[in-house]
């Protein structure tokens, strides 16, 4: 009996450490497959379409890599990501390998054609992209990797360099204030550092300005309309472009026609507050005659039942004191001045 008994508890003590060693090898084996699985396995919700049968498969360890479905080959290694399409007209767009660096695809390929060398680079537009030097600044490489224009233009974050009609813009903030330029495909300074707007191409016409106020310019950088004015603006509708100067806007054609020769942005009424017969509560009473208008943030009075202009907009906020008084401020700060119904200075 004894000698049987002991063989039991031999053979369950082998039995016992041969299933714990099995656990211990399942257990390793799922805890293997599971870092595989987020290391290595693929996202395929995150994959996406780069130019026809080329596609970007993911993977749960942050990395893509570049597939020719039509020859089943994979043109790249594992890489961090691919940025969109190109833009048009350029089949080129940046990649950005493990190290971080950048460098060009090709979408209609998906093979590399430009290595990873950059620290920051952007899309091919109009045959040259923007890529960052060691000394901080823009240049703008071919897509033979020859550097075209030289790294003169400062880098801003979140602003992106690319060409439009033969121009870049470019940014930088000088004391606080941000200054644009435009640059040409050769490199040129079109438009100086001297201007504090310089907006994208509309309808063939871009606003510029600076210190001393702004102006439109067509496709060739020639001036449309003569002298500066205090705000210029595209209008989508009208297909003109709105012109503010001395708190007065008009509506013109892009070759010079009026169409509109007196513009508003919005009207309000204004209310006071008197007091009610108890003495413990005020009302507000609103006013009948006059209105206020709005041009460009600025503000005017104008007569309620005939519409003539009582006061230009020259005043950033107007508001009720009184019965027949006015607070109307001269700025953005809170100094103002005190006017009657009349638009008249009270001394």
């Not at 950048?102 to 620290?119: E, F, L, M, S």
């Amino acid at each position: 009996m004894k000698t049987n008994l002991k063989s039991i508890l031999n053979a369950t003590w082998k039995v016992g450490l041969g299933l714990t060693g099995a656990g211990i090898a399942v257990f390793c084996i799922i805890l293997a497959i599971a870092f595989c699985k987020e290391n290595y396995g693929r996202c395929v919700w995150r994959d996406r379409t780069l130019y026809n049968d080329i596609v970007v498969r993911a993977y749960q360890n942050n990395s893509v890599r570049i597939l020719n479905k039509t020859t089943r080959e994979y043109t790249t290694q594992k890489i961090r990501w691919v940025s969109g399409e190109p833009c048009e007209g350029d089949s080129l767009t940046v990649f950005c390998d493990k190290e971080g660096k950048r460098g060009y695809v090709n979408v209609k390929t998906g093979k590399i054609v430009i290595p990873a060398q950059y620290n920051k680079a952007w899309n091919f537009s109009e045959g040259l992209a923007a890529v960052l030097g060691g000394d901080n600044c823009i240049g703008f490489i071919n897509k033979d990797n020859q550097l075209v224009i030289d790294y003169v233009i400062p880098f801003e974050k979140e602003r992106d360099y690319v060409f439009e009609d033969g121009y870049c813009i470019a940014m930088r903030t000088i004391d606080g204030q941000e200054h644009y330029a435009l640059y040409g495909k050769d490199g040129s300074l079109a438009l100086d550092w001297s201007h504090t707007r310089i907006d994208d191409l509309y309808n063939g016409y871009r606003v510029v300005g600076n210190e001393d106020g702004e102006w439109l310019l067509d496709s060739d950088l020639n001036r449309v309309f003569p002298g500066v004015y205090d705000n210029v603006t595209h209008s989508e509708e009208c297909k003109g472009v709105f012109l503010t100067r001395n708190h007065v806007k008009q509506l013109r054609s892009y070759d010079g026609k009026v169409i509109e020769p007196f513009v508003i942005d919005d009207t309000f009424r204004l209310e006071y507050d008197v007091m009610n017969d108890d003495g413990d509560a005020y009302a507000q009473v609103m006013v009948e005659d006059i209105l206020v208008y709005q041009v460009d943030g600025w503000e005017g009075l104008m007569d309620a039942r005939t519409g003539r202009i009582i006061t230009p907009a020259c005043y950033w906020d107007i508001k009720m004191v009184s019965k027949d008084l006015l607070l109307a401020k001269l700025g953005y700060s809170n100094e103002g001045v005190i006017l009657d119904k009349n638009g008249r200075i009270i001394k």
